[in-house]
């Protein structure tokens, strides 16, 4: 399962019908949630986030969670990360989820992600397309 991150509902939507129109949805079951849906707060800080996800075994799709202070999402990666914990994807340009071609290329490596996930345990974060 996916957790979107709080600020990408409407990326999601376009990502969800990129998956849709490419036929994914009939071979994989992809669900993406929001925090509304797993009654997260928005205003968690990354760290709980991090936790939240590890915790519920959800990968957080995320596009501008930083490393500014202690409680960043990339110093909870490296204070927290395990061998076994799901990786954070990414976006790496967030605003060119507008563009057909960038957005197809993210959902290319989202399904690869998925699909290979034992081969991403650990890594921390990675970032798509």
């Known amino acids: ?3 979107l991150d709080h600020h990408m509902k409407k990326q ?5 019908g990129v ?3 490419e036929g994914w949805l009939e ?3 992809i669900p ?6 797993v009654g997260l707060p928005i205003d968690s800080s990354d760290r709980d986030v991090w936790r939240f996800v590890q915790k519920n075994r959800l990968i957080l799709l995320t596009g501008n969670r930083n490393n500014d202070g202690e409680d960043s999402l990339q110093q909870t990666i490296w204070d927290e990360n395990q061998p076994t914990s799901l990786p954070v ?5 967030l605003d ?6 960038y957005r197809k290329q993210c959902v290319e ?5 998925v699909l290979n996930i034992e081969n991403y345990l650990g890594v921390g974060r990675i970032y798509i397309p």
């Open 1 to 3: 399962k996916i957790l």
């Open 32 to 37: 993406m949630l929001t925090f509304a849906d």
């Open 27 to 29: 071979l994989l079951e």
């Open 89 to 93: 994807v990414t976006i790496g340009v």
């Open 19 to 21: 998956l849709e129109n």
């Open 12 to 16: 999601g939507i376009l990502l969800w």
């Open 109 to 113: 490596r989202l399904v690869e992600i």
């Open 96 to 101: 060119r989820i507008e563009e057909r071609v």
